[in-house]
């Protein structure tokens, strides 16, 4: 798991060295607070909503338990 947090971590930090490759505001925020990005407009049983991703098309879910 910690494996996946170095590369998922390493790949936000490429994709925002190159123009025009960042990810949206909204996104990088869900992804800070370790949200998952849905494309329902609720979320599911363990997470709670906590804003949008992807320019608004998708709902930010927070995990309520854990770290």
Avoid: I, W
Avoid at 39 to 56: I, M, N, Q
């Amino acid at each position: 798991m910690k494996l996946f947090s170095c590369l998922m971590a390493l790949l936000l930090f490429l994709l925002q060295a190159v123009p025009g490759l960042g990810l949206p505001r909204d996104t990088l925020r869900c992804l800070e607070y370790h949200g998952y990005c849905f494309h329902l407009k609720s979320c599911p049983e363990p997470f709670a909503a906590f804003g949008t991703c992807y320019r608004r098309r998708r709902t930010c879910c927070v995990g309520l338990c854990g770290n």
